[in-house]
């Protein structure tokens, strides 16, 4: 019997701590600096700020405000174990880079 991804409940899919992902899929040099942004307000997952501790699944949409530049990223898959550097940018696939000015925001 084939199982459907759309069958299974969405709190059942691999999920990843928010500072981990930016960390291990090189979006943020270091995990305290996600932290650091997260708790900022510079980080939003689908749309809303997000803490450092919220959880990141597979499909989700995360928008980063760093150096004058808003990036939209949404998350292709949660990693096991963490990737090899060349590997880390297909944890996710970039959906836009808008460039802001920073005291409008």
Partial sequence: MRTSLFLIPHSLLPS??????LKLSRLVPRR???????????????GTPAK???????GDLIAIRQRGRLTT???????????????????????????????LL
């Fill in 16 to 21: 990843m701590r928010l500072d981990i992902f």
């Fill in 32 to 46: 305290t600096l996600a932290q650091e942004m997260c708790e900022a307000g510079a980080v939003r997952l689908n």
């Fill in 73 to 103: 990223v949404r998350v292709v898959t949660i990693p096991i174990k963490p990737p090899p550097k060349a590997q880390a940018a297909s944890l996710y696939e970039t959906v836009s880079v808008e460039a802001y000015a920073p005291d």
């Fill in 52 to 58: 450092s501790a919220r959880e990141v699944r597979a």
